[in-house]
């Protein structure tokens, strides 16, 4: 098994640990127990970056020598790695548990369906031509960047709808969070959207071809505008943009998993 392999099994592992030290926190309420919290997920982001790192350094060794962002499984460590990026970014505002667990449950996923997942492939592969631009790094960074932010806005949004006292943070705070990751993550979708729009250029002589993928990129788009409208220009706060981060976030989950599953197109090569 290749180093970044191990790497990356640990990192999975030390999510979970994440994760059953926030439930202990819940269960015991000891403050003391939040405090190793963020020095864990520091490391486990470090962690992973190595493993990202050595996974590219990997595909020199190969012969191939591409950033690990060309198939499913790549894409799948990238999307966790970019969560707990966009947590430890914001952890001024997200310094809540609640908020943090949730989190770790995402990554958590992404990295254990990508580690024992048989339908995954997680040899390092040869890039499809349509995969030989450097446009493909800026669009892939930038649309799970937004992702991630997106997730954010969705745990917020989903918290919102419950009322947990001396766990889930108070509704005006998680109302805030809510609006600035989607501030954070709308620039990056759009930045996403238009490189996307020059690779597929460079990649199939069209900016634009109503693929799937670019088809509900784009419906995800026009959610995360309606909600930014409707914020800025309608005044709209509370369980009204909780719904649309909802609804904003699982139209990322349609774009990322259910066009590669559902759907074929020109990026049918991303699973």
Not at 45 to 62: D, F, K, N, P
Not at 216 to 239: C, D, N, P, Q
């Given at each position: ?22 439930l ?7 403050e ?12 486990t ?18 012969g191939m020598?591409?950033?690990p962002?060309?198939?499913?499984y ?24 609640a ?9 958590l ?13 997680r ?7 349509a ?6 790094h ?14 954010v ?10 009322t ?10 998680l109302?805030?969070i ?18 996307g729009?020059?690779?597929a ?12 993928k ?26 009204k ?20 599953f ?7 090569y991303?699973?």
């Open positions: 098994m290749a180093v970044h392999h191990k790497i990356l099994g640990i990192v999975t592992l030390l999510y979970l640990c994440l994760f059953f030290i926030h202990i926190f819940f269960a015991f309420k000891k003391k127990i939040v405090a190793v919290m963020w020095p864990l997920l520091y490391g982001l470090g962690l992973h970056t190595v493993g990202l790192i050595l996974r590219w350094l990997e595909s020199y060794r190969h020598g591409h950033a962002l060309s198939n499913f790549e894409s799948l460590v990238f999307y966790a790695w970019c969560v707990s990026l966009i947590v430890v970014f914001m952890k001024k505002r997200l310094n809540y548990p908020i943090t667990v949730c989190a770790t449950v995402i990554s996923f992404l990295m254990g369906y990508a580690s024992i997942s048989p339908s995954v492939d040899n390092i592969q040869p890039l499809v031509p995969l030989q631009s450097n446009w493909l800026i669009h892939v960074l930038t649309c799970f960047l937004a992702y991630a932010s997106f997730a806005s969705f745990i917020s949004g989903f918290l919102y709808m419950f947990w006292k001396n766990v889930i943070p108070p509704r005006d705070i109302d805030e809510n609006y600035r990751s989607v501030v954070v993550g709308f620039p990056m979708l759009s930045a996403g959207i238009f490189t729009a020059v690779w250029h460079y990649a199939w002589g069209s900016y634009w071809s109503w693929d799937p670019e088809t509900w990129s784009l419906i995800t788009w026009i959610v995360y505008a309606v909600f930014l409208h409707a914020r800025l220009m309608r005044g709209w706060k509370g369980k943009i909780a719904i649309l981060s909802i609804v904003g976030f699982a139209s990322v989950i349609f774009t990322y998993f259910g066009v590669n559902i759907l074929s197109g020109l990026h049918s991303a699973t």
